[in-house]
Nanobody, 125 residues
Framework: QVHVVESGGGLVQAGGSLRLSCAAS????????MAWFREPPRKDREMVAV????????DYADSVKGRFTVFKPSAGNTMYLQMNNLKPEDTAVYYC??????????????????WGEGTLVTVSA
């Protein structure tokens, strides 16, 4: 049975930092890409950052470029999101997603293979 588990969310003041973790288990994920999505209050879910299996190819939403960094050990099932200079508009539930297609994750298209349950990040002004 596949498990995708996020951790690291919490409450932080604007300008602060947090690091989120995602661990995937339960099958062979060789070749799969991983991504972070977020769902702010009363808004649609949006892609935040995507990383390929090797950890060498990444993509980011414009709103987080220069502040967030996605990384993972090469060929591993764990992914991290380092979030710096957090803003109140970064407040959201952050979800980890795993899929065989890097472009599929970048586009946020329906039918992504696996999702985590999410972790809440709250940034106070």
């Amino acid at each position: 049975q596949v498990h995708v588990v996020e951790s690291g969310g919490g409450l932080v003041q604007a300008g602060g930092s947090l690091r989120l973790s995602c661990a995937a288990s339960g099958r062979d994920f060789d070749g799969y890409s991983m991504a972070w999505f977020r769902e702010p209050p009363r808004k649609d879910r949006e892609m935040v950052a995507v990383i390929d299996w090797s950890g060498t190819r990444t993509d980011y939403a414009d709103s987080v470029k220069g502040r967030f960094t996605v990384f993972k050990p090469s060929a591993g099932n764990t992914m991290y999101l380092q979030m710096n200079n957090l803003k109140p508009e970064d407040t959201a539930v952050y979800y980890c997603a795993v899929d065989r297609s890097f472009p599929h994750l970048v586009g946020g298209f329906p039918g992504i293979d696996y999702w985590g349950e999410g972790t809440l990040v709250t940034v106070s002004a």
